[in-house]
């Protein structure tokens, strides 16, 4: 078994005196000081209640998310109008350099041709404007009045007769090559 140590524990190095039990000349900082923890305690629950606002927020994947959605979407629109505007920049550039090589073009070609191609597109208008005459005298009114309509609608949407005119040719050359 062991010793067991029944000594007292050592007497306090200072002792309450009488001087001690008096009001302490700075009583009244104690109550400013009580005051001054108060507040203080009260901005630490303030930030303390931010700290845990900003985590909340944090957190809220959802909320963040959103927001990640619409920043993406802002940037894509100003990146798709960053690309508008080169591509814009860039047709034009490229439509001016064509008119330049099709005037080089007509600038190389011998003068004979040039004759030629401007008696053949005279030609060509004078047939079409014979042609229309004789529409104009021949075909009764109402087949003038729908083929009328119908060359409008094609001038309307001639960027679809187009691709239609392509379609079938694509057509035409598919069936012609299994027969052949």
Known sequence: MGIQDHRQPPPCPVEPTAADSRPSPHHRTENGALSSVRGGARSLVRRHGQTVEAL???????????????????????????????????AGELKAKAADLAHQAQDRLPDPVK?????????ARAK?????????????????????????????????LLAAAG??????????????
């Open 56 to 90: 909340a927020a944090k957190t809220d994947v959802k909320a963040r998310a959103q927001e990640k959605a619409v920043e993406v979407k802002e940037q894509a629109a100003a990146k798709a109008g960053e690309l508008k505007e080169q591509a814009t920049v860039k």
């Open 115 to 123: 004759d030629k191609a401007a008696q053949t597109a005279a030609q």
């Open 128 to 160: 079409a404007a014979q042609a229309g005459q004789l529409w104009q005298e021949k075909a009764p009114e109402p087949v003038r009045q729908k083929t009328a309509q119908g060359a409008q609608l094609a001038r309307d949407n001639r960027k679809v």
């Open 167 to 180: 379609v079938a040719v694509v057509l035409w050359l598919a069936c012609r090559r299994r027969k052949g």
